[in-house]
């Protein structure tokens, strides 16, 4: 059995920069473990596989796993099925994907890129028992949302490049995404994202991630729109608007690998 595949490093202008997500579409669903036997093959931080939309809601089931587990919401590899997608059929402008966990979610055409609408989470203040030590972090402002994300915001860029986080600390503390933000110096905010309680030390660029920092960002500097950094090894920038209860992230994609995935 051959499935078709593509690698494509999302949030990207170039190749091995962004985040590579691996994409393959299916007519029907296989098992889940399966689903999740490919995903711990290609070893990549998301796996997305898409099956057509019978209900008329979307245009594609759509749903994502870690080498571990699969998520609730991807953002990375939601852009990188848009750019699959419309990359085959050039009459359409945007792709709508129904998900399990997270509603619809949209990828459409900008200029050389594209735009992608995921819901917003608007983080509340909330100490999280051992996260800061975790971090190595003496003292930050630390809010979470309840659909597992922790945001921790330190007072400048150069810290947040700076931080060596307990992987195995973070991991006990709980299934969730910690991401630790601060003002820019290129950009208006910079960020590190790290999951290792899903398989992912630290994940290069994390559109889930910007459910959480669009409404937060959006409300201290004032405004609705403004340019982020995830600031990996590999890196990644990320245009950012919050549309209601909505943000909508900007961003370009490069496809790396084509090919078959062959399961026996």
């Not at 995921?118 to 003496?138: Q, R």
């Not at 919050?242 to 790396?256: A, F, M, N, P, Y």
Request: net charge negative.
């Amino acid at each position: 059995m051959k499935l078709s595949f593509a690698q494509i490093d999302a949030f990207a202008d170039r190749p091995f920069s962004g985040n590579p997500a691996a994409v393959i579409p299916l007519d029907a669903w296989l098992d889940d473990a399966m689903l999740q036997a490919i995903a711990e093959e290609n070893n990549l931080s998301e796996t997305a596989f898409l099956v057509p939309d019978a209900s008329g809601e979307a245009d594609y089931e759509l749903r994502w796993f870690t080498p571990a587990v699969e998520v609730a919401l991807c953002g990375h590899a939601t852009l990188a099925s848009g750019h699959y997608v419309l990359g085959r059929e050039q009459d359409r402008d945007l792709v709508r994907f129904r998900t399990r966990k997270s509603g619809v979610l949209e990828v459409a055409r900008h200029g050389d890129g594209y735009l992608m609408a995921l819901p917003a989470f608007p983080p509340a203040v909330l100490e999280v028992p051992g996260l800061l030590e975790a971090l190595g972090v003496a003292q930050a402002e630390t809010l979470r949302h309840p659909r597992g994300y922790d945001l921790i915001v330190l007072e400048s860029a150069e810290a947040v490049l700076a931080l060596t986080p307990d992987f195995h600390a973070l991991a006990a503390i709980g299934d969730t995404l910690n991401i630790v933000t601060a003002p820019g110096t290129d950009t208006d905010v910079i960020s590190r994202v790290f999951a290792p309680a899903a398989g992912i030390d630290e994940d290069p660029v994390t559109g889930s991630a910007h459910s959480v920092l669009v409404p937060y960002w959006a409300a201290r500097l004032g405004r609705n729109a403004f340019t982020a950094f995830q600031a990996s090894r590999r890196g990644g920038y990320v245009g950012c608007e919050l549309d209601g209860e909505k943000v909508i992230l900007g961003g370009k994609c490069v496809t790396v690998i084509e090919g078959e995935f062959r399961l026996r």
